[in-house]
């Protein structure tokens, strides 16, 4: 078959879960026989990296592999992480024209819906991979502008009264239901994200099939930790608010023991204050430390320095690649009870620890109690359960390719 995958932001610039998820799959597929390609959008990219293409500009470049094709508008609207937009329809058609594609599989619709509505004039079957909430919550995470939790738009009117969206977003949701409708297949990572769909009354089916990890890639050395070592937690990915990195901060800066550490890696997003607050608490708290950003190379280095990972995330998690990806390390994982993968791997108190987010206290409490008892650690490592292959993924979601 001939695939196109489409994301709303790619490798190089953009190297998040869902991109993540795109280059396995993609080059899983194509070890499989399958001739594949990307189509991305180039938010951060300069335009005189472009040449115009009809109404829309356009550049072709390789990826690890990958054939990758990125555009975007000569202006970008400032809503075009909101939008559900046909408004360049009619470049789409000409590119997949062009392409002759048997298939096209969209991991993230943001700033892509175009691509749908072509590939439905020219009759090309379109798979959705549902990576987050962005259909139902434009915020993509549902939470409102305080970061507390929200689970349904109400049909918009709950968007309106407390997040202060104007009156287009009745229209977004009907187009975003149609979306949603229209597709010939639908797939998520997680039992939990598909939960909240139903609850939403989005019901038409959708496939579960947990993320898979790329096993050639892990290279496994165990931690050992000599008993003057410090128990280290960590945190990995994007650095926010909204990812719970304040209740982490302030849950570890209040565990008493000088023995651990606590080790934060990845980049900050947005301007919501975390990186003031990132500082102010390495300063405050010598056993914090800031490691910056990190490759996707580096995770065997960093998974063998680490003891527990820390999924602390105060806003809906669709899945959290980051839980499976440690535990392929047999690293041990604290997450909240609102990561969808956690739901899937974690046994509460035998391979891991979950904590509920609305008694943030429980964070605290999980930190203190392993380090009274790191040995605790070995025995939730003892237990882990290896989340599947990506192999396991590729061959049940080609299934869902050819039954379409």
Known sequence: ????????????????????????IAKQMQRMGHSVQVLTYGVADPTEEYSVFNGILLKKYNFEGIKVTSVRHKNIPADHGYRISDDILDDMVAILKNERLDLIHVAHPMRMTSVIGAAKQIDIPVVLTITDFWLLCARGRFFKPDYSLCNSSEGGSKCRLQCGVDDSIFKRIINAKTLFDTVDARIAPSRFLIEIFKENKWDKPIHHINH?????????????????NKLTFAYLGVVGRFKGIDLLLNSFSMVDSQEIRLDIYGNCVGDDGTIDLLHKAANEDQRI????????????????????????STTLESY??????????????????????AYEFIQHGKNGMIFAVQRPSELLEIMQKLTDAPYLVETLKSNIIIPPHLEEEAFKVEQIYKSV
Not at 299 to 311: A, T, W
Request: a positive charge.
């Open 1 to 24: 078959m001939k695939i196109l995958y489409v994301v709303h932001d790619f490798f190089p610039r953009f190297f998040g879960g869902t991109e993540r998820y795109v280059l396995n």
């Open 212 to 228: 898979g990890i790329d096993y050639r890639y892990v290279r496994y050395t165990p931690r050992k930790r000599e008993p003057n």
């Open 289 to 312: 430390r800031i490691m910056g950003r990190f490759t996707h190379d580096e995770l065997p280095h960093i998974l063998s320095q680490v003891d527990v990972v820390v999924v602390p």
């Open 320 to 341: 959290g690649l980051v839980v499976i990806e440690s535990l392929a390390y047999q690293v041990p994982v604290i997450a909240s009870d609102i990561v969808g993968s």
